[in-house]
């Protein structure tokens, strides 16, 4: 049976933890996809609500699924793996990835069993020049097409030599322009962050006049672009960089000296700094670059939380780039070449991107990849064409498919597959994975790699199609390899968008004056201005009546804590309606708020001073650093009140 908001309040009187709170919240442990472990999740009990923010949660640089690092709280299977080869082992990598490594010549591996080893997921780039100068090619016609204003051509120090301080002047505007492009990229969409980004710098076109900046203009300026606790951030690292005495304004150039002196600035942030503005060689992984990659390598395998795949991807990016940077011509520049700094690392990490987001895609645009000779997963999808007849046979590539790998060098790194029907091509598809409870006891469908009778029963020869061989690559043929590459990376189930009620209570004083609360300056909307708000209750009762006694009495509390446990309403406080309901969706919670009106009775010398420290009247709301939806809700009251 429902609780009314009396009894509710009266439980309260014993714990202060489940008083009625004004801010948004979510759990502080969010759930681990577990794709590998059959092990049942323990339910985690959602905290009391309390005058905290909504979330814990900070969505730091990090937002990026390559700066994110995975939970500590990982499954016990993924603990296991730690002190075995496939928890980031150097050795590996260094086996994979070295400069004088055997060049990866293996043939696409057949679908579905995909038997390979190891050695399959050394890029086919890094032993190519000319296909690392065939992308590069591509970025140079592209790379301005979509008119990022913070695209500019790289500065060269050899052209500074004779005026070190217009050279370091250069340098620091532009590791600003470059560090907030990459922050507002981070969840946004590039036609979104250009207009704000040319406001940004339109404001604040340096790095010294921002950290002289006051919070709020900042938070302003951030409004509509989501995870404001990513402006707080920017703001204070800006700060910390003008008074530090060493960087005096400017970003360091090297990767660890950004991630440990900047906040906010996680490795793909620094990668971008320090490959873009100082030309050195470092990766820049994003998760269009580790989409991209997994295509490439042929790596099927969680991008967002294992962190063994994630470590394989970056370590794949590091050699790649390194390969670039000396790929410089000598002859033009020998210098560069030698301390491999040039425009080249920075425009390589531009054009994995550039390439991920326009080209390869979630669901890809094989036709037009200008590195689509080297991807893996576009050879194994034209090798699965041409024996469906659907593709040449001069590129049939499963006539030499080879021995298989020794069981011990065997990929530990894919996950098996199972394709399962596409209702929609706009949409993902989905990977079946099997559980490694169910391989002990029964025999799965598909192997994680193979057993060892499937090692010497593999065919040399795949089964030849009974149709014509075509000329070219057929419509059917090219729908076939996209299919087959858009199964890489895996992708991961969402999780459902948990649904939560607010009450917020616009209280309007006689003089036109509202009262406005700050959030906490950590967690959701970090550091914004709001209405008093109180978050329902899941079992509380869901009527208007109820809501409409509950917004009473939660405001007259803000205003008179005493009136809590009393369940009384303020003497000056009159209801003046609900305004209606407004919709608001973020990444993780779907919330509706409700919006109620009040009328403070009091003269202008009475309740000037509020009790929570939090709390002050505004005589502007309209130029309040709110979030997008509260202020849908502001938007309610002026209608009404003609403000």
Partial sequence: MRRSLRQTQRRTVDSSDTLPCRVLETDKTKATT???????????????RTRSDA????????????????????????????????????????????????????????????????????????????????????????????????????????????????????????????????????????????????????????IHKLAAAEPDDVLAAWRGLGYYSRATRIHDAAKLICSDPAMKGLLPS?????????????????????????????????????RVLSRQLGLLGNVKTDKSV???????????????????????????????????PGRWGQALMELGSTVCTPKPNCEDCPISASCRAYGEGLQLASTRGLAPKDIHTDSNLGLPPDIEDSCSFCQPLQEI???????????????????????????????????????????????????????????TIVDHARKFPVKVVKKAVREQETLVCAIRRSDGRYLIHRRPQKGLLAGLWEFPSWIVPEEYENTTTSHERAAELYASAVLDPSLKTKSLVHPKLDFAGKLGSVPWLFSHLKLT???????????????????NADDRWSSSVEGESMGTGMRKCWELVREVNGD
């Fill in 421 to 479: 029907a596409q209702d929609d091509d706009d949409k993902d598809v989905e990977i079946a994975l099997v559980p490694k409870a169910s391989r002990g006891k029964a025999k799965p469908r598909i192997q994680r790699q193979a057993t060892l009778s499937a090692f010497f029963m593999q065919s040399n020869k795949s089964k030849e199609t009974t149709q014509s061989i075509p000329a070219e690559i057929t419509p059917a043929g090219l729908a």
């Fill in 34 to 48: 577990r794709l590998r472990s059959s092990t049942p999740q323990k339910r985690t009990a959602s905290r009391p």
């Fill in 593 to 611: 708020m409700h919006v109620f009106l009040f009328e403070l009775k009091c003269q202008d010398e009475e309740l000037v001073s509020l009790p």
């Fill in 310 to 344: 994630i470590d394989l991807l970056w370590a794949a990016a590091d050699s790649l780039v390194k390969a670039v940077a000396k790929d410089s011509d000598s002859s033009e520049n020998p210098k560069a070449a030698e301390e491999q700094i040039s425009s080249r």
């Fill in 254 to 290: 090297a990767v660890d000296e950004l991630v440990a002196k900047v906040p906010g600035v996680g490795r793909y942030t620094a990668g971008a700094v320090s490959a873009i503005v100082f030309g050195k060689a470092s990766p820049m992984v994003d998760g269009n670059v580790l």
């Fill in 55 to 206: 979330s814990n949660s900070d969505y730091s640089d990090d937002y990026q699924a390559s700066d994110r690092e995975p939970s500590k709280k990982r499954p016990k299977v993924a603990q296991r793996r730690k002190s075995g080869r496939k928890g980031g082992n150097p050795d590996i990598f260094q086996r994979i990835f070295a400069v004088d490594g055997a060049a990866s010549d293996l043939n696409p591996c057949e679908p579905p069993r995909r038997i390979h080893g190891i050695d399959y997921h050394r890029p086919l780039l890094l032993d190519s020049r000319k296909g690392r100068a065939e992308l590069l090619e591509w970025f140079n016609t592209v790379s301005s097409q979509r008119s990022m204003p913070w695209r500019k051509p790289w500065i060269d120090p050899r052209e500074h030599t004779n005026d070190p301080a217009l050279l370091r002047q250069k340098l620091e505007c532009r590791a600003y322009e470059v560090w907030i492009s990459e922050i507002m990229l981070q969840q946004t969409r590039v036609a979104v962050v250009i207009d704000y980004w040319n406001k940004w710098m339109e404001k604040w076109p340096t």
